[in-house]
């Protein structure tokens, strides 16, 4: 049973920064595609980035140029480096690994953005 534990929300005025973590046990990073998805009240749970075993990553278009998803291989963790953070921004962040075809996703932790 892969198990992933995020940390790092809370509340951060705009134009701020916020740095999540997913720590996971039961399967190495390095090996998995890791995802990161968000989801506000009333909305659908949206990608964010993703980063796979190859070093390859991927951002939606509303947080492109400001999101960075990195990984330490040796913690085996998973981050999503936020900045310049706005208002719509606030979410439930969830880290989210695919091992052997099954999906695995962390409990969410909360950011709110202020204005």
């Known amino acids: 049973q892969v198990q992933l534990v995020e940390s790092g929300g809370g509340l951060v005025q705009a134009g701020g920064s916020l740095r999540l973590s997913c720590a996971a046990s039961?399967?190495?990073?390095?090996?998995?595609?890791m995802r990161w998805y968000r989801q506000a009240p009333g909305k659908q749970r949206e990608f964010i980035a993703s980063l796979s075993s190859g070093g390859s990553r991927n951002y939606a278009d509303s947080v492109k140029d400001r999101f960075t998803i990195s990984r330490d291989n040796a913690k085996n963790t998973v981050y999503l480096q936020m900045n310049s953070l706005k208002p719509e921004d606030t979410a439930t962040y969830y880290c989210n690994v695919a091992v052997n075809v099954r999906n695995y996703w962390g409990q969410g932790t909360q950011v709110t953005v202020s204005s």
């Open positions: 039961g399967s190495m990073l390095s090996l998995n595609v």
